[in-house]
């Protein structure tokens, strides 16, 4: 199974062991973190579930999309639940290839898509002591099911895709 | 003196506090008891009005109705027909509670038949008889403008209960032609009960897991829950009526054992069903 669940940190480097092989000249990994803001709310910790039945199959047939969209060698997701804090690693996803521009791509696509199609839920709990399940209630008014790209939910976590961001962790192992 | 026309009078005004929502919109065979009575009105008469109270008189599913909004004071059922009674004082008002959901063509009928018959003999009602204690369902029956002020004085006199006011003053009685046809619904399991019993269906177990939003408003992650539901959407309409979801069913994606699911799937004994909220993974 590409696609999994872990109650633990997500052990990135036995992951990215995973990933090896001798005709990969690239790795592209991306990290989901949980950050301390979101909508003007401070966050203090998430709480993460998922229906890990359906979720794992969807996860794979979204990681199977990657590899025959994009020539890549191998790519994972692994998914952490349970109560996070900040900081803490939220997702991991990690695509390797022979050249590095379909790693890139395979990673972007499979993070976007978990995001929006994968069984999981997060609950935000406030500073403010306030709680809220995201997309479910402050965002009710629009059905999430049909919204397209981005949701809210992106913001929450570190974006790995910029560069300049400080936290940024987009690693390219042995470029050519 | 000519008889005097009728009109129709829905009531669905009320708090359906039992209900945790509004009962003028559940659905049965997918459409809002609202619709369901003033159809059945409307088969029958030419004038039919939705009772509301003024904060609800720009709710969607009203507002498409022609209506009589409250104009009296008070509480409860007897200020939308004191209301409808000043609105249109020289009408007879055919007043139906929208929650009774095994009221037929049939019942209608043979109420403005019966009235018809006895002309004015009906001096201020003609009401079905219970069929559990025999006494006269007021709301759904034909209400005669010579009602308007004894109702009034009843009201006036701290009375609030159209029932009692027609014990006291008299009403024309009459026997319903099937026992349950005037049984109303006012609990989720009510509900399910008449879901049942109009989809003829024969109840079946399914098991039913709830997730993140969902569970916490349901009190349970999962149970197994015998239902007539024949498909997830009519499931889920039952399940926001039991447990008051707030998430409207095009938030929500269903899955049946363990697989995305259409809505109008047809269910079966054991299925495994989960209903996804928005998804916020990552």
Known sequence: ?176 | MSKLRVYGLILAGGLSTRMHRDKAALKYQGKTQLDRAFELASRHLTNVFVSVRADQTLDPMRAQRPMIVDSVAGDGPIVGIRSALIAHPQVAWLVLACDLPFLSDAVIENLLRERDSVGFATRFAAAYKSAHDGLPEPLCAIWEPAAAKPLADYQAGGGHCPRKFLIRHGARLLEPQDARALDNVNTPEEYSQALAALDNAIPMQLKIQYYALMREQAGRSEETLETAASTPAGLYEELVARYGFTLSRDQLKVAVNSEFSDWSRKLEEGDAVVFIPPVAGG
């Not at chain 1, 990215?16 to 003007?40: H, I, K, M, P």
């Not at chain 1, 690693?89 to 990690?94: F, I, R, S």
């Open chain 1, 1 to 176: 199974m590409n696609f999994r669940f872990t109650i633990s940190p997500i052990d990135t480097e036995s992951a990215r062991r995973e990933l090896q092989t001798l005709s990969a000249g690239g790795y592209v990994s991306f990290e989901g973190w949980v950050r301390d803001l979101n909508e003007g709310q401070e966050v203090t910790r998430l709480e993460y579930e998922a229906f890990q039945e359906l979720a794992v199959k969807e996860g794979d047939r979204i990681i199977g999309e990657a590899m025959r969209r994009f020539p890549v060698k191998h790519a994972l997701c692994i998914h952490r639940v349970g109560s996070l804090g900040l900081s803490d690693m939220a997702v991991w996803v990690g695509v390797s290839s022979v050249h590095r521009g379909e790693a890139f791509d395979a990673c972007r696509f499979i993070i976007d898509e978990v995001k929006h199609r994968v069984p999981i839920w997060k609950k935000e709990h406030y500073r403010s002591g306030d709680s809220g399940w995201v997309n479910c209630e402050r965002c009710a008014a629009a059905p999430l099911h049909s919204r397209a790209a981005h949701s809210p939910v992106e913001d929450s976590l570190v974006e790995q895709s910029h560069a300049e961001h400080p936290h940024d962790r987009i690693a390219l192992a042995n470029p050519k």
